[in-house]
Every structure is written in structure tokens, then in C-alpha cells.
């Protein structure tokens, strides 16, 4: 009779050591968490690319100055237009974000010269420009295709560009 209680306090023990132990893991979890939303909250302070303005850059390429007039060439932005139409819409959306960005208000962060250089050779500029590089990733890798657009039809829709 005398063993039953030396089990039952010793199991008793163990009940209590067992349980201590687990409060200090706890802890620990809560600290791994606080410590996670930090860092979580540090990644949202920064300005994905394709919101960056950066109208200093212009770009690697063919296109070194561009001076655009007040007047918009309404010629100019029906053609661009088309040829926004029929090589840019399998992967861009005038006003929202799709496989590329939405080149509404792109002259408000881009200068012309950058937008133009991009279009007109898109794998230098992913090769050689930091904002495209970073455009890039903000986009899962999935880099511009080069459309072969002369200058002229660049500038055409760039044109455009301005009108949206």
C-alpha cells in the first residue's frame, strides 16, 4: 500500500515538470512572431518600381534626348495607338497592373527617353538599367518582349502614352 502513494507523487512530479517547461516555449514563439511582423512592416515602407519616380533616367539605348512638344500630334497618337492595340495589349493594360505595367501616367515617373529605350530594346535596358532590372522582378521575371518598333513607331507610342 505504501507504493501507491510514492507513485502518485511521483507522477504528480513529473505532471509538474512537464508543464513548466512548455510556458517558456511560449514565450519564445511570441518572440519569433514579434520579431517576423518587424520585418514584415519594414518590406511595406518600400515603393515597388513600377510606382518609383524617376525622371532623371534615361534608360540605355538609342534614345539620349527627346523634346516633346506641348501640343499633342493627334496623327502620331492614332498610330500609336494601334500599334499599342496590336503589340502591347497581350501583356499590358492601359490603367492596371497586369503581366507588365500599366503605362497610364509612365510620364510622370518615367522620362521620355527611358519609356522610348525600353521599348525599342528591352533586353539591354534589363540587362544594364537598375529600374528595369527591378521592374523586372516587381513583374516575376517575366521580361518585355522586343516588338522590333522602329523609332518612329516608338515615339508614335509614346505619344499615346501621353493622351492616357
Known amino acids: 500500500m505504501k507504493t501507491i502513494p510514492k507513485i502518485l507523487t511521483l507522477l504528480l512530479l513529473t505532471l509538474f515538470i512537464s508543464c513548466g517547461g512548455k510556458e517558456e516555449k511560449k514565450k519564445e514563439k511570441i518572440q519569433l512572431k514579434s520579431t517576423t511582423e518587424k520585418k514584415v512592416e519594414k518590406k511595406t515602407e518600400t515603393v515597388p518600381p513600377s510606382k518609383r519616380v524617376d525622371l532623371n533616367n534615361k534608360g540605355v539605348g538609342p534614345i539620349t534626348s527627346l523634346e516633346l512638344s506641348s501640343e499633342i500630334d493627334q496623327a502620331l497618337v492614332?498610330?500609336?495607338?494601334?500599334?499599342?492595340?496590336?503589340?502591347?495589349?497581350?501583356?499590358?493594360r492601359v490603367e492596371k497592373k497586369f503581366i507588365g505595367p500599366a503605362p497610364k501616367g509612365i510620364l510622370e515617373r518615367r522620362s521620355p527617353e527611358w519609356v522610348m529605350n525600353m521599348i525599342l530594346n528591352p533586353e539591354k535596358m534589363v540587362k544594364e538599367d537598375q529600374l528595369a532590372k527591378?521592374?523586372?522582378?516587381?513583374?516575376?521575371?517575366?521580361?518585355?518582349?522586343?516588338?522590333?518598333?522602329?523609332?518612329?513607331e516608338a515615339r508614335a507610342v509614346l505619344e499615346y502614352f501621353r493622351t492616357l
Open 78 to 92: 492614332t498610330k500609336g495607338e494601334d500599334i499599342y492595340k496590336k503589340m502591347c495589349t497581350a501583356c499590358h
Open 134 to 152: 527591378d521592374l523586372l522582378m516587381e513583374f516575376n521575371g517575366s521580361p518585355m518582349a522586343n516588338q522590333n518598333l522602329t523609332e518612329e
